[in-house]
């Protein structure tokens, strides 16, 4: 089974609200990750959870914050955001970030954010 | 800067034949490479890796890999209307503290019946 979900599927929030976007993997993957993805461009990754700590944030805005509760569940949560942070929010999961043989990273459906 | 270069101009074959998708990456250290298929307004799905030179095969999909041109590829035999949707080339990339996937533009395949 290699199945990640995402809740919600799709997600829209004015400027000055907050939400969470949540990912679940039962596959025991010790690594899991937040991507962005805007139309026609390929996924830019935004954080990296190693073994439930933050171990990449690729100069992330502070609107951002991920959360990482335990080693199935991932969360994102959003402030503040603005037009241009509208995308699809891609969570993967793969089995040892240590190891390059293990570097398989599967992701889930997505969120489909727009902000209004 | 590590990159990964994917020809991104659209591939168009008729249905039966062989389509085949390259790309190159720039990191001599990198060990693994994967094959992303994206239909549209869906997520990435992983196809196919490749660890080791030569070639892998799965079903109608072969991947080639040569680490000494730095080159790898996907080949897709007796393609499908099912087949059409965005192929991505990734790589994975050490930098000395973190690994992550480097990721070529993608390439758009229509297979046309």
């Known amino acids: 089974d290699t199945e990640v979900t995402q809740t919600p599927k799709h997600l829209v929030m004015g400027m000055t609200n907050k939400k969470s976007l949540k990912c679940e993997q039962h596959m025991g993957h010790r690594a899991m990750y937040w991507y962005k993805q805007k139309a026609k461009k390929p996924p830019e990754l935004m954080f990296v959870?190693?073994?439930?700590?933050?171990?990449i944030n690729e100069s992330v805005p502070s609107r951002f914050s991920p959360e990482c509760p335990n080693s199935s569940l991932l969360n994102l949560h959003l402030h503040a955001l603005q037009p241009e942070d509208s995308a699809l929010y891609l969570c993967?999961?793969?089995?040892?970030?240590?190891?390059?043989?293990?570097?398989?990273?599967?992701f889930g459906p997505g969120t489909r954010l727009t902000v209004t | 800067q590590k990159e990964v270069e994917q020809n991104s101009g659209p591939l168009s074959v008729p249905e039966g034949a062989i389509a085949s998708l390259n790309c190159t990456y720039s990191d001599r250290g990198s060990q693994s490479f994967f094959w992303y298929r994206q239909y549209s307004g869906k997520s990435p799905e992983l196809i196919m890796s490749?660890?080791s030179n030569g070639d892998k095969e799965d079903g109608r999909f072969t991947a080639q890999l040569n680490k000494a041109s730095q080159y790898v590829s996907l080949l897709i035999r007796d393609s499908q209307p099912s087949d059409s949707a965005t192929y991505l080339c990734?790589?994975?990339?050490?930098?000395?503290?973190?690994?992550?996937?480097?990721w070529g533009l993608g390439r758009s395949l229509a297979v046309n019946p």
């Open positions: 959870y190693s073994y439930e700590k933050l171990s």
């Open positions: 490749i660890y």
């Open positions: 993967a999961s793969s089995q040892d970030p240590r190891a390059a043989e293990s570097y398989e990273q599967y």
């Open positions: 990734a790589v994975n990339s050490f930098d000395g503290n973190n690994r992550k996937l480097i």
